[in-house]
């Protein structure tokens, strides 16, 4: 299986993510914002692939996962968010990233984590 950066603001998102993902047999990193994302990364090693949310506070995911593909270029990369329209939307298709709407199910997890995962270089 594989590591896993998660990256949400809300708790028990977070926590419900990283509880469906260990189930599946995955390695995860989790973190409530950015920066403590970097330094989890920078403390654990790059990961395999990263699930974040959109709207964090500080910076946002779509910077994050610039930032994180500055150290690995084709990061596979997947937002789990309520916020898909106006720029928020065109920055984040610009990274080439899935997206999974919230509130998502865990087959939508699933599903998503796989077809990002087959799209990376």
Sequence with gaps: MARLLVVDDEQDVRDLIVKRL???????????HGAAAL?????HGMPEAAILD???PGMDGIELLRRLRRHRADLPAMF???LW?????????ATGALYVRKPFTAEDLRAGLEQAMRGAG
């Design 22 to 32: 260990r189930a599946d047999g995955h390695d995860v990193i989790s973190a409530e």
């Design 85 to 93: 329209d106006g720029e928020v939307a065109v920055r984040a298709r």
């Design 80 to 82: 789990l968010t309520v």
């Design 54 to 56: 959109v709207d964090l």
């Design 39 to 43: 330094a989890a990364v920078a403390r």
